[in-house]
Nanobody, 114 residues
Framework: QVSLVESGGGLVQFGGSLRLSCAAS????????MGWYRQAPGKQRELVAI??????NYADSVKGRFTISRDNAKNTVYLQMNSLKPEDTAVYYC?????????WGQGTQVTVSS
């Protein structure tokens, strides 16, 4: 059974930084795409950043502040978040795709205080 396990969320002040990690396990198929979505209260889940076969894409709202990276040997994806704003407050979900399916993590809360 494939699982994606996130870590690194928490409470941070405006302008601070956090680093999220997500490790995938349970499949012999590597994730060719891994990324992050987020969902704030009362809002739809939205793409934050994704790494797909060597290319990366970011939401306009996080460009220049967030950086996605991967360690393919460990089937792990990271999200370095700098210059955090209160509007970045949300549950952040790890997302992965391999040859046999699409998967979600359980989510990790990120709260940015003003």
């Amino acid at each position: 059974q494939v699982s994606l396990v996130e870590s690194g969320g928490g409470l941070v002040q405006f302008g601070g930084s956090l680093r999220l990690s997500c490790a995938a396990s349970g499949s012999s198929f590597s994730m060719y795409a891994m990324g992050w979505y987020r969902q704030a209260p009362g809002k739809q889940r939205e793409l934050v950043a994704i790494s797909n076969s060597g290319s990366t894409n970011y939401a306009d709202s996080v460009k220049g502040r967030f950086t996605i990276s991967r360690d393919n040997a460990k089937n792990t994806v990271y999200l370095q978040m700098n210059s955090l704003k209160p509007e970045d407050t949300a549950v952040y979900y790890c997302y992965g795709v391999n040859a046999i399916g699409k998967y979600w993590g359980q989510g990790t809360q990120v709260t940015v205080s003003s």
